[in-house]
C-alpha cells in the first residue's frame, strides 16, 4: 500500500529535500508552502500523513494543527527550528502525533512517519498496540462512558466523542487496567506513541486532553487519577 504524504514547509530547499526523499522511499508525496495550499491538497487528495513546518509564514503551524485535528484523525508530525520545548508540548497539545526537531536525520523522521502510518492503519482495521489479552474484552463501560475498542469509537450516553489515535492508545492502555497505577514509563512502554526524549512530558499532555474531552471537572478528574510520584490510574467504574 503506497501512504499519501503531504509536505507542508515554507523554506523550498527543505521542502524539495523531503519530498525527493520519501518518494524515493516509495511513498505518495505532495507539498505545499502554506496554509491555504495544504487546505487545497486536502480537498483534492486523500492524505495519510501531514508533515507540518510549525514556522510558518502567515498562519502558524500550531493554529493549522489544531484546524487539522478539529476536522480529522489523520496523521500529524510536527517540524520545527524552535528548540524551546514549550512549542513542542504545546502542539502535542492541539492534536500532533508527533515532532522532530530540525536539523533533523532524515531517516530519523523515515522511521516516525513509518511508526505513526503503522499506527493509522492498526487503528483503522479495530486493532491495538497493546496486548488484546488484557483488554477484557471488546467493549468497556464506565459511568455513562461506552468506548468500543474494536471499532474505535467512544461515546457519552449515545454521543460519539472523537479521539486522536494518541488519545485512543492512551485509553486502550488505561483501561485494560482498572484501578491499578501506572507508571510514565510504563504507559509508554505499552503504546507506541513515542517523542525525542526518554523523560519527556508526552504522557501528561495525552491526559490533560484526555481530562478535557472525558472529565466533569477537570481540574478533579475522577476517571483519570494522579498518583503523585507513581503515574496514572484509571479509576472509571
Known amino acids: 500500500m503506497s501512504y499519501h504524504v503531504l509536505v507542508v514547509e515554507d523554506d523550498a530547499v527543505t521542502r524539495s529535500k523531503l519530498v525527493g526523499y520519501f518518494q524515493n522511499e516509495g511513498y505518495q508525496v505532495s507539498e505545499a508552502e502554506s496554509g491555504e495550499e495544504m487546505r487545497e491538497s486536502l480537498q483534492k487528495n486523500a492524505i495519510d500523513l501531514v508533515m507540518l513546518d ?35 508540548i504545546v502542539g502535542l497539545e492541539m492534536g500532533a502525533d508527533d515532532y522532530v526537531t530540525k536539523p533533523f536525520e532524515l531517516r530519523e523522521l523515515l522511521v516516525r512517519v513509518k511508526n505513526l502510518l503503522w499506527r493509522i492503519s492498526t487503528a483503522r482495521s479495530g486493532s491495538s498496540s497493546v496486548d488484546e489479552e488484557k483488554q477484557g474484552g471488546n467493549i468497556v463501560r464506565f459511568g455513562d462512558w461506552t468506548f468500543d475498542v474494536q471499532r474505535r469509537a467512544l461515546s457519552q450516553a449515545g454521543e460519539p466523542v472523537k479521539l486522536t489515535k494518541a488519545e485512543y492508545e492512551l485509553l486502550v492502555a488505561l483501561s485494560s487496567y482498572p484501578n491499578q497505577v501506572l507508571s510514565r514509563e510504563r504507559i509508554l512502554n505499552m503504546i507506541s506513541h513515542r517523542v525525542d526524549a526518554p523523560n519527556d512530558r508526552t504522557i501528561d499532555v495525552l491526559i490533560r486532553r484526555m481530562r478535557a474531552k472525558m472529565e466533569f471537572d477537570p481540574k478533579n478528574p475522577q476517571i483519570f487519577v494522579t498518583v503523585h510520584g507513581e503515574g496514572y490510574m484509571f479509576a472509571g467504574d
Do not use: A, F
Open 54 to 88: 510549525i514556522n510558518l509564514p502567515g498562519e502558524d503551524g500550531l493554529m493549522l494543527t489544531r484546524e487539522l485535528r478539529s476536522k480529522s484523525d489523520i496523521g500529524i508530525i510536527l517540524v520545527t527550528g524552535r528548540t524551546d520545548s514549550i512549542d513542542k
